[in-house]
Structures are given as C-alpha cells and as structure tokens.
C-alpha cells in the first residue's frame, strides 16, 4: 500500500517556465488537497477537490492551477513559475473520520 | 478567518522532563489533528481528535480537546531524544459533513538534549 505518492521529488525552475506536480493516491479517498510549507508559516492550502470532478480555492491558489483527473489523481500546475513559488509542496488525501495521510513533498526552487 | 496558534514555537527540552504544547484556535471546530515532522520528511499523522473531552495517548505523547476553549495541548512526559522533531496542530475548517480544509499552526520546533 503506497499511500500517496508525489513526482518530482525535487525540481529546478527558471521563471516563467511552467511545470506540474503530479499525486496519486490508492486509499480509495475522495479528498485531495494541495498544500505549500514555507519555513515559519506551517502548511496552507493551495487547493482542494472534496470529490471527484470538483475543485476549489483554498487559502493561496493565485499563480496555480489544478485537475482532479479521477478519483486517484490531483495534479497541480504552475503556468509561469515565480520565485515566490519557491516552497515545499505537498500533496494529502483523507476521507470522512480520518486524518489527513501526506505525500512526501516536492521541493521547488525557481531561480 | 479561523487563525491557529501554537506554543511554544520552540523548546528545548531535557532528557526526562514533562512539558505541554499548546494549540489555539480562532473558530468553532471538532476535529483537530496532531503531526510530526523530522527534517526533510513529510508529515506523519500522531492524533486524530474528533469531539470535545476527547483524550489520546501513544506512548510518551498524550492530546487533548476542548472545544469549549478552543484549546488543544500536546503533552510530552519524561522526554528522549527520539521525540525531537518539529510538530504541527490543524484545525479542520469545515464542519457537518465538509471535512479536510486544514489549517495549520506554525509549528513547535522540540528539541530534547541529555
């Protein structure tokens, strides 16, 4: 049982190139979330998809798209990359009554 | 805006010592949830805490709700070294049937020495 599971693992950008952090996962949940970690501010939410072709804004979405492409996977886009978008990005996934269960994060670095 | 606030934000602790985390927050909410995280690792879910009064305990960590306070606190007895590590609240936002809009405290860096 492979959780979640987040590619790339790292990434170099230049700004104003474009990229997509692909997530899956195989726990049959029908929630998936988007969340950035920067040093001192905790997790915030980026983007969320309570079911299968929903989508909906959290709390820092400007400068990011996402799709849910099925009840497995929750990509999220960076159409022009900036270097505020530097940050860690994880991807989680949890169903009614249970935690929330984290990938293991991308880190992203634009330059 | 639900806001939530954790402290310390940093604490050093000695081998064998007790101390309490604690994690407020703004808004009515029931589910609130605790995590650890080590350096360069993702999150790794430690409680769930669905209802007021509710009590968990696994190993030397115990938390705590009360949603009447809006207070949840993380207790660390006799510490060891293994428990050093940065740990998250998240208070979920939503509530009937909505779930899962977490929004995080900044995080207590733990670090217990000899």
């Known amino acids: 049982n492979a959780g979640v599971t987040q590619t790339p693992k790292f990434q170099v950008l230049k700004t104003g190139q474009s990229m997509t952090l692909q997530c899956a996962q195989d726990m049959n949940h029908n929630s998936m979330y988007w969340y950035r970690q920067d040093p001192g501010m905790g997790l915030r939410l980026i983007y969320y998809s309570a079911s299968e072709g929903t989508t909906d804004k959290g709390e820092v979405p400007n400068g990011y798209n996402v799709s849910r492409l099925n009840k497995r996977e929750f990509s999220l886009r960076l159409e022009s990359a900036a270097p505020s978008q530097t940050s860690v990005y994880f991807c989680?996934?949890?169903?009614?009554?249970?935690?929330?269960?984290f990938g293991q994060g991308t880190r992203l670095t634009v330059v | 805006e639900l806001k939530v606030e954790q402290n310390p934000l940093f604490l050093s602790m000695q081998e064998g010592k007790n101390y309490t985390i604690y994690c407020n927050y703004s808004t009515t909410s029931d589910r609130l949830y605790w995590y650890r995280q080590d350096p360069g690792k993702s999150l790794e879910s430690l409680f769930v805490?669905?209802?007021?009064?509710a009590v968990k305990q696994e190993g030397r960590l115990m938390a705590s709700l009360d949603t009447k306070a809006r207070l949840s606190t993380l207790h660390i007895t006799a510490a060891v070294h293994d428990l050093s590590a940065t740990y998250f609240c998240a208070v979920d936002r939503t509530g009937g049937t909505s779930y899962g809009k977490l929004t995080f405290g900044q995080g207590t860096i733990l670090t217990v020495h000899p």
């Open positions: 805490l669905l209802s007021n009064g």
């Open positions: 989680a996934s949890l169903d009614v009554n249970t935690e929330a269960f």
